[in-house]
């Protein structure tokens, strides 16, 4: 893969929000279409959360950690 492949996403928490869910993430910036495809990815271990493997569903997400899947890295702030 070509570096210039790689989609960077920058998500915002919004305002008062600590965490965002990891599948509504994965709906909120476009990488699945529903919460059945964004289940269906991270139980079948193709997310990383800073680097390593996350399993869980509804792990919750901050500012600062950066998810990983195929080709795209989003950056949460």
Known sequence: MNMNDIQKINFE???GDNF???ISLLK????AESGSMA???VTA???RRNREI???K???IISGDIIEFENYVI???
């Open 58 to 60: 509804r792990a919750k």
């Open 28 to 31: 909120a910036v476009g990488i």
């Open 45 to 47: 271990g193709l997310i």
């Open 75 to 77: 950056h949460i702030k």
């Open 13 to 15: 928490l919004r305002d």
């Open 39 to 41: 289940q269906d990815v």
């Open 54 to 56: 996350e399993l869980r």
């Open 20 to 22: 965002i869910p990891l």
